[in-house]
T-cell receptor, first 115, second 116 residues
Framework: AQSVTQLGSHVSVSEGALVLLRCNYS??????LFWYVQYPNQGLQLLLK??????LVKGINGFEAEFKKSETSFHLTKPSAHMSDAAEYFC?????????????FGKGTKLSVKP | NAGVTQTPKFQVLKTGQSMTLQCAQD?????MSWYRQDPGMGLRLIHY???????DQGEVPNGYNVSRSTTEDFPLRLLSAAPSQTSVYFC???????????????FGNGTRLTVT
């Protein structure tokens, strides 16, 4: 069965520092992987996705993630944090296509950015 | 471009009351779904629909009903509210099968429900 584990429910970085949010998945088949961001009192927005092809995926707002099959990981990074990056981030994996492809979400990581 | 619209934004119910959370999308998406978000639990799928007239259960369907009479609307009904249903509810839609290539989920802004 598919599952997603996000390491660390809260991450705090200083403005300008590297952002690293960790996501590990388990899947019996090659997965589709996603990162979503949720700003306060809003719904989730797609940040980036990996389906096939290049393993380094670039998303919006300077974020990127690398699919590492050998490590079953899809960590999210940004070289330099900005105050506006403070939000909650969710990693998600798609179920196998035969089951209507619903997404399984991790429990989320709340990112705080200190001035 | 409204996207996914949820109403109401906030609701307080007493135990045993019923209500319907509304969800509408104007993107002609086939796939629609309802999630609940609870602290430390992430998002859990309640019900989903792959097209008008077709619905199915997700991970946590008990206590909730849905219907899909049109492509645009996907209401979520609580028949007899319980305190355990206190949560934030999100409706989402996508072109095709959620998670498939080129089918990212589009989310509404949520309904915050409190059951006392």
């Amino acid at each position: 069965a598919q599952s997603v584990t996000q390491l660390g429910s809260h991450v705090s970085v200083s403005e300008g520092a590297l952002v690293l949010l960790r996501c590990n998945y388990s899947s019996s088949v090659p997965p589709y992987l996603f990162w979503y961001v949720q700003y306060p009192n809003q719904g989730l927005q797609l940040l980036l996705k990996y389906t096939t092809g290049a393993t380094l995926v670039k998303g919006i707002n300077g974020f990127e993630a690398e699919f590492k099959k050998s490590e079953t990981s899809f960590h999210l990074t940004k070289p330099s944090a900005h105050m506006s990056d403070a939000a909650e981030y969710f990693c998600a994996v798609s179920r196998p296509g035969g089951s209507q492809g619903n997404l399984i979400f991790g429990k989320g990581t709340k990112l705080s950015v200190k001035p | 471009n409204a996207g996914v619209t949820q109403t109401p934004k906030f609701q307080v119910l007493k135990t045993g009351q019923s209500m319907t959370l509304q969800c509408a999308q104007d993107m002609n998406h086939e796939y629609m779904s309802w999630y609940r978000q609870d602290p430390g639990m992430g998002l859990r799928l309640i019900h989903y629909s792959v097209g008008a007239g077709i619905t199915d259960q997700g991970e946590v369907p008990n206590g909730y009903n849905v219907s899909r009479s049109t492509t645009e609307d996907f209401p979520l009904r609580l028949l007899s509210a319980a305190p355990s249903q206190t949560s934030v509810y999100f409706c989402a839609s996508s072109w095709g099968t959620a998670g498939a290539n080129n089918s990212p989920l589009h989310f509404g802004n949520g309904t915050r429900l409190t059951v006392t």
